[in-house]
């Protein structure tokens, strides 16, 4: 099974990852981020793109990554990662069906100004990131056009990440 967490840059996806993880018996945690990071190292590079989901070898070798690695490993993939593209989501989740692999995607929420307030204290990245303020906008149109009726949305505003994590992990083994 795979335990996709969605949301924004800047909600506390990997954090809470992390303790889902621990929460969860015989599961890992699968960083698709780091696919797109493979192909960013590819030379000389492949066509120029703001963002590495654009490329479309990233959705099929996330598929085919968390698939070996379940086929490997078996037990439960957490995967943080921002998916705010609608056609990629389905790509993504079409293919992880095609390999009879459950995905429960929930989407980790906080109102705009508690995610600006997060951004701008954030001591791992940085404070303010222009990276993360950039997609505050793309993930508000999401969230109201597919992405939380795509997911179980946990509304993290008032929530710290253990709480976030074990409605998670209570919802997954419920």
């Known amino acids: 099974m795979i ?3 969605n949301g924004t840059h800047g909600v506390g996806k990997t954090t809470t990852a992390a303790l889902v993880q621990r929460l969860l018996p015989d599961s890992r945690v699968f960083d698709a981020e780091k696919v797109g990071e493979t192909l960013m190292d590819i030379t000389p590079g492949l066509p120029e793109t ?5 490329w479309p070898p990233w959705r099929p ?3 085919e990554t968390a698939r070996r690695v379940l086929d490997y490993a078996g037990g ?12 990629y989501w389905r790509e993504i989740s079409a293919g992880l069906a095609g390999h009879g692999i459950p995905v ?6 906080a109102d705009q100004d ?6 701008a204290g954030d001591t791992v ?5 222009s990276f993360r303020l950039q997609y ?8 109201c056009t597919w992405l939380h009726a795509e997911a179980e949305v946990v509304d993290t505003t008032h929530l710290t990440p253990d709480q976030a994590a074990l409605r998670i992990a209570e919802a997954v083994e419920g």
């Open 50 to 54: 703001d963002n590495f989901q654009h």
């Open 61 to 63: 070798l996330v598929v």
């Open 114 to 119: 508690t995610l600006r307030g997060r951004i």
């Open 76 to 87: 439960t993939l957490v995967m943080p990662m921002t998916v705010l593209v609608e056609e």
């Open 125 to 129: 990245v940085g404070p303010n990131s």
């Open 136 to 143: 505050l906008e793309p993930y508000a149109e999401a969230a």
């Open 3 to 5: 335990v996709w967490l």
């Open 104 to 109: 429960r995607h929930f989407v980790l929420h």
